[in-house]
């Protein structure tokens, strides 16, 4: 019931920075916590991280602590993640969703279409 459409990706260089955009529609996002999530060529999707619903708690995978960030504004209903010093394993197809179980859930719906992230060395 709830769409999802990131958007943000692009192409940069190791060092680089992107802010990645999920805008949603069809419910308002302050009902959910949410995630970001990405996949690598040949691999499997994974968790990078999630906000709750007012945005008092984050969660982070362990590559990306200290250089990614996760916000979101429910005014705006739109859920950010802000990418630093990017480095080339961080190449993948970012992609939104709805977490259930909390920041630490891993029940994950409602995906977006994906945004590619390309990081060159």
């Known amino acids: 019931q709830v769409q999802l459409v990131e958007s943000g990706g692009g192409s940069v260089q190791a060092g680089g920075s992107l802010r990645l955009s999920c805008a949603a529609s069809g419910r308002a996002i302050s009902m959910y916590t949410m995630g970001w999530f990405r996949q690598a060529p040949g691999k499997e999707r994974e968790f990078v991280a999630a906000?709750?619903?007012?945005?008092?708690?984050?969660n982070y995978t362990d590559s990306v602590k200290g250089r990614f960030t996760i916000s979101r504004d429910n005014v705006k209903n739109t859920v950010y993640l802000q990418l630093n010093s990017l480095k080339p394993e961080d190449t993948a197809v970012y992609y939104c969703?709805?977490?259930?179980?909390?920041?630490?859930?891993?029940?994950?719906?409602?995906w977006g279409q994906g945004t590619q992230v390309t990081v060159s060395s």
């Open positions: 906000i709750s619903r007012s945005g008092g708690n984050t």
């Open positions: 969703a709805v977490v259930f179980g909390g920041v630490a859930g891993n029940t994950y719906r409602y």
